[in-house]
């Protein structure tokens, strides 16, 4: 009889993508083969990399090992070989390098400075657990606690690299880190209450899969909120202002992603380009319909006769798809250049969004602070860096949420980066500003202080 694991569908695929999209094999499971060391060592060892997972309640957390189970008596203690994950509301995170040792009644888990970090006892159904990791992963009751199930993957499929752990735990942390800063930000000198981000692009170049990524992450699961269009047909026919809440119920975030309708060679096909200079000086409403043949007139009824400094754009994101940037016909060319000279008149921030990215995995450093150099010397963005004449470090790359189901925390590193770096600009921007545009606002801020 075939034995199921108790992991959701949904949980498995956390932890498959968490281990970078690698398949598992359900090795062991205490109910069905055994509550002892020996029972789960007849089964685990000689298996190659596994994954123990504890079910506590509605916590689900265990460890990954790189190297195979040990045997009676031994451990594992190699720099960067194992972790520890906890997974909660299919949100999957890996908290801290572990090293494991087993004797005839416990698996003992322990953090790099030898500390006890959670010790499984099969034979009882108990963990024990510091205090410090329960409230990590939420988890309440005692110090030692009954778990409900204990089961072994086998996982398949691992990369064979020396780094590989620390990447994994690396990304996860860095992404949180992202997370904390962007929910952390606040415009320069608090002259606007949110940034407002323009995604300008040809059809299909992925504005709106980049307005669902954002929203997906801090969502914490995929959302499709703005429909998406194909390589042929702009499905954005209204200019919408998409806010970004920070989880279901959470507060709007300070950052404001607004969509257009896409760039056409034709004329007459696509954005108008008599709109631009609306929408950049925040005279266009949410949800205006475009008129490919017509722009916007202050006799429309939602017309925004006197915006402030709130209602302009802050930063432009010139949005393509890396896989055609080389193929820009001449025509579309100078209609960005178009665009390109509206932005400078405004002096609003300027940056370049590559998506559609395949191999976004290799695009950043092992730190993840920094694109790697191949990259940035890749064809794409030295012909966008002519043709624009914007900076090499605001070419920005990303690979949307387009088809994947799941999050991945790489490619959400790649799109966090990006939003902050979009941010950064629209602060250098608005400190740019001449005094008379800011002056009032500045003396208003200081006097609410």
Excluded at 74 to 98: D, H, M, V
Aim: glycine content about 6%; aromatic content about 8%; hydrophobic content about 35%.
């Amino acid at each position: 009889m075939a034995v199921t694991t108790r992991l959701t569908w949904n949980e498995e695929k956390s932890l498959q993508k968490l281990l970078g999209n690698v398949s598992l094999s359900l090795l062991y499971q205490s109910s069905v083969h055994g509550c002892s060391i020996k029972d789960m060592l007849a089964r685990c060892s000689c298996q190659g990399s596994t994954i123990t997972v504890i079910y506590y309640g509605d916590i689900i957390f265990g460890a990954f090992l790189l190297d195979r189970y040990p045997k009676l008596g031994q451990g594992i203690r190699k720099k960067n070989s194992s972790f520890f994950f906890s997974l909660q509301n299919n949100k999957t995170i890996a908290l801290l390098n572990t090293s494991l040792k087993i004797t005839d009644e416990e698996l003992a888990f322990h953090s790099s400075d030898h500390k006890e970090w959670f010790v499984l006892v099969p034979n009882k159904r108990k963990v024990r657990m510091r205090h410090s990791l329960m409230t990590e992963i939420g988890m309440n009751g005692y110090y030692t606690s009954s778990y409900r199930e204990c089961e072994v993957f086998r996982v398949e499929g691992i990369k064979n690299e020396a780094n590989y752990v620390s990447r994994i735990t690396g990304a996860t942390e860095y992404r949180n880190m992202l997370l904390e800063d962007l929910r952390a930000y606040k415009p320069y000198a608090d002259l606007v209450s949110e940034i407002r981000i323009l995604l300008l692009g040809p059809v299909g170049s992925g504005k709106s899969s980049f307005f669902n990524s954002v929203k997906s992450i801090f969502q914490g699961h995929v959302t499709r909120q703005a429909t998406v269009g194909s390589d042929i047909t702009s499905i954005t026919e209204m200019y919408r202002i998409y806010s970004i809440k920070d989880g279901k119920e959470g507060k709007s975030l300070p950052f404001m992603l607004c969509d257009s309708m896409g760039l056409d060679e034709k004329d007459g096909v696509g954005l108008c380009m008599g709109d631009i200079p609306h929408i950049l000086k925040g005279c266009m409403p949410d949800r205006y319909q475009f008129n490919p043949h017509q722009p916007i007139t202050s006799r429309h009824p939602n017309f925004i006769i006197s915006p402030s400094l709130k209602n302009r754009i802050h930063c432009v994101a010139y949005v393509l798809d890396i896989n055609s940037v080389n193929d820009l016909s001449s025509k579309m060319v100078a209609k960005f250049k178009q665009v390109q000279k509206e932005v400078l008149n405004c002096g609003t921030a300027q940056v370049v969004l590559l998506t559609k990215v395949k191999n976004y995995h290799n695009v950043l450093e092992d730190n993840f602070l920094n694109m790697k150099t191949s990259m940035t010397a890749q064809s794409q963005i030295i012909n966008v860096h002519k043709m624009l004449n914007i900076p090499i470090s605001n070419i920005l790359m990303v690979e949307n949420y387009s088809s994947m189901w799941e999050l991945d925390p790489v490619k959400d590193i790649l799109i966090l980066s990006v939003l902050r770096q979009m941010l950064r600009a629209a602060d250098s921007s608005l400190e740019d500003l001449p005094h008379e545009e800011t002056g009032d606002i500045l003396g208003w801020s200081e006097l609410c202080k």
